[in-house]
């Protein structure tokens, strides 16, 4: 069975930073693709950001230019790190992997963008 942990999700104000991270029970290489998630309170949850063998990292538009994804091969996580976060921003983020047409989900982190 995957797993999927994410921690260093908090409490921000609008413009700082934060980074989260997934540790994968098996190898990040293995799941394609994997990524992140969020859900704002009444919103659905929508992709934040990806990362497959075929096109590489994925970002929404929305995050563009301020989130980037990194991975560490050898700990099997993957990192989500926030810059210039706003408002908006802020919800449970989840991390998403897909194995063998399998979906695995995180159970979520918060992310709080408020001054």
């Known amino acids: 069975q995957v797993q999927l942990v994410e921690s260093g999700g908090g409490l921000v104000q609008p413009g700082e930073s934060l980074r989260l991270s997934c540790a994968a029970s098996?190898?990040?290489?293995?799941?394609?693709?994997i990524g992140w998630y969020r859900q704002a309170p009444g919103k659905q949850r929508e992709l934040v950001a990806s990362?497959?063998?075929?096109?590489?990292?994925n970002y929404a538009d929305s995050v563009k230019g301020r989130f980037t994804l990194a991975r560490d091969d050898a700990k099997n996580l993957l990192f989500l790190q926030m810059n210039s976060l706003k408002p908006e921003d802020a919800g449970v983020y989840y991390c998403?992997?897909?194995?063998?047409?399998?979906?695995?989900w995180g159970q979520g982190n918060q992310v709080t963008v408020s001054s």
């Open positions: 998403n992997a897909l194995l063998l047409e399998m979906e695995f």
């Open positions: 990362l497959s063998r075929d096109i590489g990292p």
């Open positions: 098996g190898s990040i290489f293995s799941f394609n693709p």
